[in-house]
């Protein structure tokens, strides 16, 4: 069955670090792999989007990396902020959204 | 663009009674829309798909007579959690996708329930 791992469950980093969050499928090929954020008692907000043929795609200070090899993506936020704490999902397309349980993320000032 | 409400944003109800969540896409029209659930501190889990016009197919598990979705325009998803009892508490959040073979889901605030 597919399944959709993020490697921890909570990360803490101190301001201005960069942030980098994991994201690892079996048992897929998605078409597309979706970053989301979500704050406590919120729906997820959608931040970026990336291809199966895409390697990287950035927006602002969140960069994705999609690596179908290895079958993982990795999230990074650089100059984190404290603003930037929150629960970050992965999900895979197309036909329908699977996520992961999500990292939740500290950024400490 | 890309705005989903949801309607209400929270519901407090006793045991057997029935609760109707509306999603609605604000500002695109949405062929189709997903309905999540979610528990403290753990994931999304779809619960059923739904596109206009036609019947919901829900997730293994999902009891499809509990919980009713009717997805009746391109704006207006609504669930109906019957009869419903304190195990059904938790956290619904609905999801859009637009036309044109649109990728990316946006997501309504969620509605929480509790169920007394």
């Known amino acids: 069955s597919q399944k959709i791992e993020q490697n921890s469950e909570a990360l803490n980093i101190q301001e201005g670090k960069t942030a980098t969050l994991t994201c690892n499928y079996t048992?897929?090929?998605?078409?597309?792999l979706q970053w989301y954020r979500q704050d406590p008692g919120r729906g997820p907000v959608f931040l970026l989007l990336?291809?199966?043929?895409?390697k990287e795609k950035r927006k602002e200070r969140l960069k994705v990396t999609f690596d179908t090899t290895l079958k993982q993506s990795l999230f990074h936020i650089t100059a984190s902020q404290p603003a930037d704490s929150a629960t970050y999902l992965c999900?895979?397309?197309?036909?329908?959204?699977?996520f992961g349980a999500g990292t939740r993320l500290t950024v400490k000032p | 663009g890309a705005v989903v409400s949801q309607h209400p944003s929270w519901v407090i109800c006793k045991s057997g009674t029935s609760v109707k969540i509306e999603c609605r896409s604000l500002?695109?029209?949405?062929?189709?829309m997903f309905w999540y659930r979610q528990f403290p501190k753990q994931s999304l889990m779809l619960m059923a798909t739904?596109?206009?016009?036609?019947?919901?197919?829900?997730e293994q598990g999902v009891e499809k007579d509990k919980f009713l979705i009717n997805h009746a325009s391109l704006t207006l998803s609504t669930l109906t959690v019957t009869s419903a009892h304190p195990e059904d508490s938790s956290f619904y959040i609905c999801?859009?996708?637009?036309?044109?073979?649109?990728?990316?889901?946006?997501f309504g605030p969620g509605t929480r329930l509790l169920v007394l």
């Open positions: 500002d695109f029209q949405a062929t189709t």
């Open positions: 999900a895979l397309g197309p036909r329908d959204m699977r």
């Open positions: 048992n897929y090929s998605p078409a597309y």
């Open positions: 990336i291809r199966e043929n895409e």
């Open positions: 999801s859009a996708r637009g036309r044109g073979g649109s990728e990316t889901q946006y």
């Open positions: 739904s596109n206009e016009g036609s019947k919901a197919t829900y």
